[in-house]
Nanobody, 119 residues
């Protein structure tokens, strides 16, 4: 059974850094786009960054220049390096992946990890 397991969240002071990881496992034939979303209390979930299988990336304007998405296809893992963190980055961060199982592609979500940035 396919699973996305996240790690790396926590509490950090403003200006600090964190690195999130999300590993996909279980019956995977291939992994297409991988992405990170976040949802702050009282707000809608928003796309933070995404990365295609070939490596092309997208970063939301709010994080451009501070966050970097990357992936290791040999490990089916996506990373989000977050620097110069601000209190407004506080949210639950969830990874997303389009995963091929045999001949079909399905969307999968991680369980979410809390990132709290204090001032």
């Amino acid at each position: 059974q396919v699973q996305l397991v996240e790690s790396g969240g926590g509490l950090v002071l403003a200006g600090g850094s964190l690195r999130l990881s999300c590993a996909a496992s279980g019956g995977i034939s291939g992994v297409n786009t991988m992405a990170w979303y976040r949802q702050a209390p009282g707000k809608q979930r928003e796309l933070v960054a995404s990365i295609a299988n070939g490596g092309s990336t997208y970063h939301a304007d709010s994080v451009k220049g501070r966050f970097t998405i990357s992936r290791d296809n040999t490990k089916n893992t996506v990373y989000l390096q977050m620097t110069s963190l601000k209190p407004e980055d506080t949210a639950v961060y969830s990874c997303f992946a389009e995963i091929q199982v045999h001949t079909l592609i399905y969307p999968y979500w991680g369980q979410g990890t809390q990132v709290t940035v204090s001032s």
